[in-house]
């Protein structure tokens, strides 16, 4: 009939159906309550993650309870980086298979892929940014934000709203987009342009020429 609820040590979970030898096979008097003391083989013995090798704390609680070892309650929120959107689906080592300390938090760091292989537009050879979050969110690569308007040239609003249907339409060399051209899509050729111009001081016939005079897409 003894209660070991009444002692320092409450037995719950998977601890009730233990014979008392299962903890007290040196004796009862001095017996460790830390978990480690009983759990050093289960420590040792994870892989996903390792416990050892990344330096875990020994306090099994701040992650585990008695009723069973998984699933854990590991909090990554509580972490320098939170856990939202698409990253809440991920195994532990999709982004540790180098292990859990001084794991990156920058997004380039596992999507440097992503950014390399986009092509519409072409992230590198645009210069892009490498801080994704500047455009995308963690609940999917597409739609991103990106604000062209504000940042360059109103494309999503204004006269040049729905005149385009790429990137490519505009700028028409693939390995370089500050190169871009007005001229081309245009229904006008020089000689009309050069009429319409003729008191503009400084007028010359080129893309460069229209975003300077007309940088919001107005005549």
């Not at 790429?166 to 899509?185: K, N, Q």
């Amino acid at each position: 009939t003894f209660d070991h609820n009444q002692t320092d040590f409450p037995i719950t979970g998977a601890h009730v159906g233990l014979p008392c030898l299962a903890c007290h096979s040196s004796g009862y008097s001095g017996t460790s309550s830390f978990c480690y003391e009983c759990h050093q083989s289960d420590f040792e013995s994870v892989s996903d993650p390792n416990h050892l090798s990344n330096g875990f704390s020994f306090d099994c609680t701040e992650c585990h309870n008695t009723s069973a070892w998984s699933p854990s309650t590991f909090d990554h929120n509580q972490t320098g980086f939170a856990l939202t959107g698409a990253h809440l689906l991920l195994q532990c080592l999709d982004c540790h298979s180098g292990g859990y300390t001084g794991t990156a938090s920058q997004c380039y760091a596992c999507h440097q892929a992503d950014y390399d292989g986009t092509g519409d537009p072409n992230h590198a050879a645009a210069n892009f940014p490498t801080t994704c979050e500047t455009c995308h969110s963690t609940t999917a690569w597409q739609p991103a934000d990106w604000d062209h308007d504000t940042q360059h040239f109103p494309i999503y609003s204004g006269a040049h709203r729905d005149k385009w249907n790429e990137c490519s339409d505009c700028h028409v060399v693939p390995t370089d987009f500050s190169a871009f051209e007005c001229i081309l899509c245009h229904e006008h050729n020089q000689s009309e342009t050069d009429s319409k111009h003729r008191e503009v001081n400084d007028y010359e016939y080129s893309s460069v020429a229209c975003l300077n005079c007309h940088p919001q897409g107005r005549h």
